[in-house]
């Protein structure tokens, strides 16, 4: 059984910006060598960064921001139409120091939490996503070790269905900033998207990521299709 969270508050965090509410989750690796590390980082008021939640290695979880609040994980970065992540988002770091694998009571912890924070929010699994989602061009986390598709199976998030046949690959690009990505450059916003969802694929963007990235584009078109924020 996951253990309750432990409340550890840090003190960088703040009211959400014209008073939304969260609608997305984004995952980060911690990218330190501890998690006590991370932990007393992320509450250290001259570092002015945060996150809702960290969680340990061995599945325990310290609740560092209310949901109710903006905490300070996302930085610079957009989402569709948000360019403020942090007010329309719940930001949970890994403890991981971003080259090792992600152990198991950790992720069945992640799973859990993550179920409780969509249900009491309503969010979709589309809008679960990564910082280098968001922030291809200065951010790798949780990275390619992580297993996106073991969370899509369990209705956390989302993944591609291949299509019959490659798509030409000039279609990449619209179908990624349809699906959600920001503008940014062409390799690092390839990086993004293979380490989430083709990892280990390497060479030129081809035929086969724009066919995942366009099933992505037409079954979860962010902000609706509608380009509303």
């Not at 997305?24 to 501890?34: E, F, I, K």
């Not at 719940?90 to 992720?107: H, R, S, V």
């Not at 859990?112 to 989602?133: Q, T, Y």
């Not at 916003?189 to 380490?195: G, H, K």
């Amino acid at each position: 059984m996951t253990p309750a969270p432990a409340a550890a508050v840090s003190p960088n965090c703040g009211p959400r910006r014209g008073g939304v509410r969260p609608d997305m989750v984004v995952l980060h690796y911690t990218g330190m060598a501890s998690w006590e590390g991370a932990r007393d980082r992320l509450c250290d008021p001259a570092a002015e960064v945060s996150a809702h939640y960290l969680v340990r290695p061995d599945g325990g979880i310290l609740a560092l921001v209310p949901e109710e609040l903006r905490a300070w994980h996302a930085g610079a970065g957009a989402w569709g139409a948000t360019a403020d992540v942090n007010s329309r988002s719940i930001g949970i770091e890994l403890a991981n120091p971003g080259d090792a694998p992600f152990p198991a009571p950790q992720t069945a912890a992640l799973e859990v939490l993550l179920e409780g924070i969509i249900g009491r929010w309503g969010i979709v699994p589309e809008r679960v996503i990564g910082h280098a989602d968001m922030a291809p061009a200065r951010k790798a986390d949780p990275g390619p070790r992580f297993d996106w598709r073991r969370l899509a199976r369990l209705g956390l998030s989302v993944w591609p269905v291949a299509a019959p046949a490659p798509a030409p690959a000039a279609a990449l690009l619209p179908a990624l900033r349809a699906f959600g990505y920001p503008a940014a450059d062409p390799a690092r916003l390839l990086a993004a998207f293979r380490d989430r969802f083709r990892p280990g694929a390497g060479g030129p963007a081809d035929g086969n990521d724009a066919a995942l990235a366009g099933d992505l584009a037409r079954r979860f078109p962010v902000d609706g299709g509608t380009g509303s924020s």
